[in-house]
């Protein structure tokens, strides 16, 4: 599998801020920064193998070396979100 972006960086590096369309992106709301959570990766890491079928996997890689700290990532969040959504369910309930 090629890691090889497809991206004409030059045109991007020349770009201002002016030229970027940004109509489709609503305005974060005061909500949202209530809501919003710093997160830090933590120091301690354990190493595992996953099996990660082949497109997710491209997508993390095309994103650039840093694919296993996204990943990582990713799955800390997921994980967040389900203690958060499990916590809601059994107050409900």
Wanted: charged share 25%.
């Amino acid at each position: 599998m090629s890691n090889i972006s497809r991206t004409d960086w030059s045109r991007i590096d020349a770009m201002g801020d002016d030229n970027i369309d940004t109509s489709d992106i609503p305005p974060l709301t005061d909500k949202f920064f209530s809501n919003a959570k710093l997160r830090i990766p933590s120091s301690s890491v354990a190493t595992v193998a996953v099996n990660v079928d082949s497109e997710t996997l491209a997508w993390f890689q095309s994103k650039g070396e840093e694919a296993a700290p996204h990943m990582a990532a990713a799955l800390k969040i997921y994980a967040e979100a389900q203690k958060t959504s499990a916590t809601i369910v059994r107050q409900s309930a």
